[in-house]
């Protein structure tokens, strides 16, 4: 079987200021505090929700 490709994301700009929608894209993603990072499988559903908070986190 195929390895499924996965995205590490790292919450690296507090998300106090933002918008409500943005804060809630960052509990989509698992992200509670700063320098928390969570590995997450690269679905278009998550590169859609990086590509909307990424001033606010960092993908590797």
Do not use: C, F, W
Not at 10 to 38: C, E, F, M, N, Y
Request: positive net charge.
């Amino acid at each position: 079987m195929s390895e499924k490709k996965t995205v590490k994301v790292t919450l690296v700009k507090s998300p106090i200021g933002t918008k409500a929608d943005h804060r809630a894209t960052l509990a989509g993603l698992g992200l509670k505090k700063i320098r928390q990072s969570r590995v997450l499988e690269d679905t278009p559903a998550v590169r859609g929700m990086i590509n909307k908070v990424a001033y606010l986190v960092r993908a590797e």
